[in-house]
């Protein structure tokens, strides 16, 4: 754009140039990716519900793979940065409720508004590639998909307890549930409960029939996949093996007289003759039988079945009346129903050691059960077996066996493998994991592709049926599907005869399982996506996303796509993400979460009003790494804001020919290496996720050329090449700024296709860097002794040769100072060698250090720096040119320092 005067006075105008670069990288297809790209770099952030408005969080998210993705272009690189909308889902619903329209209507308005508040965030999106879950051409898949699942066996019906919330009216998957809360009421005191994730409210548990996804029949896939998933934060990684929860065991039957066998699962089979009580899950098989005929167990299951999870304490039970069989001991023990036995966990029903399990333990006390100790330390154990009172506490470790008959003296882990033999068990691995319940009871969802005939059961819509489209929006407290007579009564599909849809939705985790694959071929028409191409660009190298979908939507992503993958859907692609990042939170300036109820938060809008996107998005990458907290702080806003600002000035000072010009000198060379080093530096900042760190190397390379300006009159070259340099380190982040810069120095094309700066830094960078530094904190550490006021002459000595030689000597020497004294040429020296030798004898390392030359070449190039802070005349001299008594006190990398006033 073309600035006056005036505006180069006040600096850019964000109102003005962020628009117009929007419309310039729009108008040349900047962020456009052709379909026949090879591997292109996969940048990705999770996809947004549509809300309807951009929060913090979503600025940060977005941010970071905006400019990630910017970065990978500017180094030639053909990326995919593509965005869509998770668009179906129950807060639609209700949203549509409150204002007596439809979902679809409120969303597509939703999806209207973000779309121009990202695009005002100068987010760099193919938005050919823009995808909607809540599109009919986008869900149809979906169903597409679940009739494929289910030929692969993938998808069962079954009844369940389920977690129900009566306030959305719809199922919850565990992952849906929370502790919360529960109301304060007359009688009670609130306390801890399960509550849903939506609304916080207590949820209830319900038998109901359910569409299921058999996502245990890969278990031990999903656990030991995440082994080699080397780019993933290893807390994500120790959250889904803890949610797979693998556990490896055995199976042994216990007789129960008058009910036949019943089989338990124990991963410590080797307490068995410790058992002194057998205890059955309320939904077992066997304590529905014995209910039958015992009106206080069936009193106790009917409770247990409506109380939420902490309703009952651990020590919670009955006794049925009725005794197991230990295959151990023959001896009979005690049954009890308990709630902490659950049906859906092992088989449903366990013996119980109390001597050796402290749940055990706890209910033994509570219902006065014998306790047996039949495991003791071993000798070398850190515990003494005579300190060991299973009455008192239970001993969970392993160790020897004790009352066990025979098997006393056998160590716990031979016990193990020996019992699964001796008591005709067998070897057993069980999961946590259960399997994904899909079925919700709303209307804002994928209908299941299912239909009910009495006589042919249930019965799939052919595929010439799909998409099953959602009818109208029905006004309901219930399923609105339920509701939706003339939509729901069809024909069967098999007999003709009258049936009925499926009037349950599909989990909205569904939708998000596979919309990163649907970005490679959003228009194909004959699948899903295009399977050629999606193999050629999966997996997504980069996905940026909030750790609470560590065990919900990432697992059943990785479940996806293993299943598709088997399904010849994909070629070779086990897992979705190579590498994953878990964007810390935005606080408020209080430090505590942006939230409406502390009124800490901050409008994305009023920022970019007030400041520009490009303050907005330099801000939020310069405050913290991406995994970490940031608070919001206003100040430092400000400081981003004015930091573009003289950046843009740097800039348009130099082109409007307000900076003077002259030939390179040392000073030039010496900024013509920091710029080198600078993109250096910020290229493997960038590479590693650390946008603070290169933004860091910006800012002190925009104020070394400044300092350039003011001490000397600069080569036009290297000014230029600085201030190009700057800008283009900048422009991920701060990219309409970047392309003001761009323009006003005079070239050609878009910043955003321009050319990634050289990052080499020379050769000796570091090194000269250190020596540098050290000698203007050792000037700076003499002046503050001494108590020098106004320093005239700073003269610097670099070491002779000699002491280069020394301490390449003592670097490999075991023995440092006979080692010298032995070396022919470094004799002459004699006292003088012998003496730093022995000063080096007593270091831990020796730094790597530059020649006598290359440290006076080095100190010449940074003497401006040292003459600009104390306003003093700089020398630097050779050992040979300073007089003896100064050149003696310089050592390699210390160069000897004399200042005169």
Not at 368 to 377: A, F, K, L, N, T
Not at 510 to 532: G, H, I, K, N
């Amino acid at each position: 754009m073309t600035t006056t005067g005036e505006e180069r006075e006040r600096g850019f105008d964000h109102t003005a140039i962020e628009p117009h670069w929007q419309a310039a990288w729009e108008d040349a297809d900047v962020f456009r990716i052709d379909d026949g790209a090879e591997d292109p770099e996969y940048v990705l952030a999770m996809f947004p519900y549509t809300s309807g408005s951009l929060h913090m969080g979503h600025v940060r998210n977005y941010t970071i793979t905006d400019a990630f993705a910017r970065f990978e272009r500017m180094r030639g690189e053909n990326v995919l940065h593509p965005m869509g909308w998770d668009s179906f889902g129950l807060p639609a619903e209700n949203a549509a409720e409150e204002r007596d329209t439809n979902p679809r209507d409120w969303t597509m308005q939703c999806i209207d508004s973000m779309r121009e508040q990202l695009t005002e965030m100068g987010f760099g999106y193919d938005w050919e590639r823009e995808i909607a879950t809540c599109e009919p051409e986008y869900y149809q898949w979906n169903q597409w998909l679940f009739k494929r699942f289910r030929e692969e066996g993938l998808v069962e019906r079954q009844g369940a307890e389920l977690n129900w919330c009566p306030s959305c009216e719809t199922v919850l998957a565990d992952e849906q549930v929370e502790e919360g809360e529960a109301p304060e009421v007359p009688h009670g005191d609130g306390g801890a409960v399960e509550v849903c994730w939506r609304c916080d409210t207590p949820i209830e548990h319900r038998e109901m029939d359910q569409w299921f996804f058999t996502i245990t029949d890969y278990a031990e896939e999903l656990l030991g996949a995440l082994d080699d998933l080397d780019g993933w934060p290893n807390n994500v990684r120790e959250m889904q093996r803890n949610w797979i929860g693998k556990q490896e065991g055995a199976s042994v039957a216990f007789e129960i007289p008058g009910y036949d066998e019943v089989d338990i699962f124990t991963t410590r089979l080797d307490t068995i003759y410790g058992a002194t009580y057998f205890s059955l899950a309320p939904g077992h098989p066997v304590a529905q039988a014995i209910a039958e005929d015992n009106d206080e167990v069936a009193e106790y299951i009917e409770m247990a079945e409506q109380a939420d999870e902490d309703d009952l304490d651990v020590t919670s039970g009955v006794f049925t009346g009725e005794y197991a069989v230990n295959p151990a001991t023959g001896e009979e023990i005690p049954v009890y129903v308990a709630d902490y036995v659950l049906t859906d966990v092992g088989t449903g029903a366990l013996y119980a050691v109390p001597a050796h399990d402290d749940r055990d333990h706890e209910f033994a006390e509570a219902h006065d059960i014998d306790i047996v100790q039949v495991v003791e330390p071993t000798e070398d154990a850190d515990a003494d077996p005579d300190d060991i009172d299973v009455q008192e506490a239970a001993y969970t470790e392993d160790g020897v066996l004790v009352n066990s008959g025979e098997y006393d003296g056998l160590h716990s882990e031979d016990a193990r493998e020996t019992f699964v033999e001796v008591f005709d068990g067998e070897h057993r691995t069980e999961y946590n994991l259960r399997d994904w319940g899909i079925s919700r009871q709303r209307y804002w969802g994928t209908p299941i592709p299912m239909i009910h005939c009495d006589d042919c059961g249930y019965v799939e819509v052919p595929d010439e049926d799909l998409p099953v489209e959602l009818p109208e929006f029905v006004h309901t407290t219930g399923n609105p599907l339920d509701a939706a007579e003339e939509w729901k009564h069809v024909d069967c599909p098999d007999c003709g005869g009258d049936a009925v849809r499926e009037t349950d939705t599909m989990d909205t985790f569904v939708d998000s399982s596979w919309y990163f694959l649907r970005y490679t071929s959003p228009d194909f028409e004959d699948a899903p996506f295009d399977t050629d191409r999606a193999s050629d660009w999966m997996p997504v190298d980069q996905y940026v996303g909030g750790i609470e979908h560590a065990v919900m939507h990432l697992l059943y992503a990785r479940f996806f796509t293993k299943v598709l993958d088997d399904g010849d859907l994909l070629e070779g692609v086990r897992e979705p993400f190579t590498n994953l990042t878990n964007q810390g939170m935005v606080l408020g300036e209080d430090g505590h979460k942006m939230s409406k109820s502390r009124g800490n938060g901050v409008s994305p809008q009023r920022i970019i009003e007030e400041y520009g996107a490009d303050t907005a998005r330099l801000f939020i990458m310069e405050a913290a790494q991406p995994e970490k907290e940031l608070a919001w702080s206003a100040e430092e806003v400000q400081s981003a804001h004015s930091f573009l600002q003289n950046v843009y000035r740097l800039a348009d000072d130099y082109a409007a020919g307000a900076v003077a010009t002259d030939e390179a000198d040392d000073i030039a060379d010496y900024v013509a290496r920091e710029i080198d080093a600078t993109a250096a530096r910020a290229t493997e900042e960038y590479e590693g996720f650390r946008f603070n760190h290169a933004l860091q190397a910006v800012r002190e390379l925009v104020s070394l050329l400044r300092r350039y300006e003011d001490a000397t009159t600069p080569d036009a070259d290297v000014l230029e090449r600085g201030i190009t340099t700057a800008a283009k380190l900048l422009a991920p982040v701060a990219p309409h700024v970047g392309e003001e810069i761009w323009e006003r120095l005079g070239h050609d094309g878009l910043m955003a296709e321009a050319e990634w700066p050289r990052a080499e830094a020379p050769a000796d960078y570091a090194v000269a860097r250190r020596l540098v530094e050290n000698t203007r904190e050792d000037v700076r550490d003499i002046v503050d002794t001494v108590g020098i006021e106004n320093p005239e002459t700073i003269t610097l000595a670099v070491a002779p040769e000699w002491k280069h030689r020394v301490v390449d000597i003592a670097r490999e020497a075991d023995n440092v100072v006979p080692a010298v004294m032995q070396n022919e040429e470094l004799q002459q020296y004699g006292e003088a060698a012998a003496d730093f030798a022995k000063d080096l004898a007593g270091r831990a390392q020796y730094d790597e250090t530059l020649s006598p030359a290359g440290e006076r070449a080095a100190l010449e190039r940074a003497a401006w720096l040292v003459e600009r802070e104390f306003d003093a005349e700089v020398i630097v001299l050779s050992a040979e040119e300073a007089d003896e008594s100064l050149a003696k006190k310089a050592e390699p990398g210390r160069p000897a320092i004399d200042i005169e006033s």
